[in-house]
């Protein structure tokens, strides 16, 4: 099913040749691998993105960390369609995203808010991992 308010994204692309101008352009990549869903909904930051409000061509993003999936991947070239849970080459976690959504949005945004706060929990916990094991290294040292 075509996911409302999303876009279907890839999380790299190839470099080809420019014939005129012999600069290296970005193009849709030759193995595309999992299709990941980038969330448009009204709330987030992509929004304010206007050039992907028209949906009629490829977003090439050139900079890493622009653009983050529903499964927090970073994903560099945006699909002017929507992400269809359908499609056989879907990314998994993903596509339970899209389709928990499509179901239910209220349990959609409830579930993303605990997974962010896991996630920055998470981030937190290794955080303080990585500064315990500098300390520790440092004490032996
Ligand atoms: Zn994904």
Not at 8 to 24: E, F, I, M, N, T
Not at 48 to 65: I, P, Q
Request: proline share 9%; glycine share 2%; with cysteine.
């Amino acid at each position: 099913m075509k996911t409302p308010d999303t876009r279907a994204a890839l999380r790299h692309y190839d470099l080809a040749r420019d014939p005129v101008d012999h600069g290296l352009d970005p193009v849709l990549p030759a193995e595309p691998g999992p299709v990941h869903a980038l969330d448009l909904e009204p709330d987030r930051v992509y929004r304010r993105h206007a050039h992907l409000d028209n949906n009629r061509s490829v977003v090439f993003s050139e900079w890493s960390g622009t653009y983050t999936a529903l499964c927090e991947r970073i994903v560099r070239v945006i699909l002017p369609m929507p992400f269809d849970t359908a499609d056989p080459d879907v990314c998994p976690q993903c596509q339970r995203w899209a389709e928990l959504r499509i179901a239910d949005p209220a349990e959609f945004k409830r579930q993303r808010r605990e997974w962010m706060n896991e996630k920055l929990q998470r981030d937190e916990e290794q955080e303080n991992i990585t500064e315990w094991k500098r300390r520790g290294h440092n004490t032996t040292a």
